[in-house]
């Protein structure tokens, strides 16, 4: 079971839904009468973007992007691979990135600046959980759902090697799955 490689329950499903819940409205209100475009981050987001977006209940396009810096290890290698790209033009309309994790920043810190040429009105960030510590480039996360301590973290969309990610929570991974 998945679930023997846990650590710690950190946030509990529960406290995820109630979080999207506040999220959703608030975003809801920041955005009325805006073109409003969720740009969800492959893999990693699928399960909060799905979440998020149903408590939003302004008009919103939802569009994907799939960038990999981790690949199957637990350190991000720095260089910051496109895989999948924006299928839509989103000249002059509010780009709201939809990522589950911040940590080093290196991922959403390219992403914002390769986002820059396509003359949005705006890019802001919806950030599910911050791991401040291991901070290397600052970014400004418009929206941040919850602190994390600098564990390696799992669950509800975020994986290690692939695995984890239906895990219907979030937690820490043990020491001796990833530290070998
Ligand atoms: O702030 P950083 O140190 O850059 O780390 C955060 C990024 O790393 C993870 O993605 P990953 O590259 O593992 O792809 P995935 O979403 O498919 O798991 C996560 O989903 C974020 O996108
Ligand atoms: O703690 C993490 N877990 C999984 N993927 C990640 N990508 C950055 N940090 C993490
Ligand atoms: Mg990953």
Not at 22 to 42: H, M, T
Not at 47 to 60: A, G, R, S, W
Not at 92 to 119: N, P
Not at 163 to 180: C, F, G, H, I, T
Request: hydrophobic fraction near 40%.
């Amino acid at each position: 079971m998945i679930a023997n490689d846990v650590k710690d329950i950190l946030i509990s499903r529960e406290e995820l839904a109630e979080k999207c819940k506040e999220l959703g409205a608030k975003i809801s209100k920041d955005y009325e009468g805006k073109e409003l475009v969720l740009v969800g981050i492959l893999k990693g987001s699928v399960v909060f973007m799905t979440d998020l977006m149903k408590e939003i209940t302004i008009p919103c396009n939802i569009e994907f992007m799939e960038v990999s810096s981790y690949g199957s290890g637990a350190e991000s290698s720095g260089v910051v691979k496109i895989i999948k790209d924006l299928d839509e033009d989103v000249t002059g309309k509010h780009i709201l990135i939809v990522e589950d994790i911040i940590d080093t920043g290196l991922t959403l810190s390219y992403l914002v600046e390769y986002l820059k040429a396509r003359k949005a009105a705006g890019t802001d960030i919806v950030c599910l959980l911050n791991k401040k510590e291991r901070r290397v480039r600052d970014i400004p996360v418009t929206y941040v759902g919850f602190e994390v301590p600098d564990e390696f973290i799992i669950g509800y969309g975020i994986d290690y090697a692939e695995k984890y990610r239906n895990l219907p929570y979030v937690a820490s991974l043990k020491d001796e799955v990833y530290k070998k």
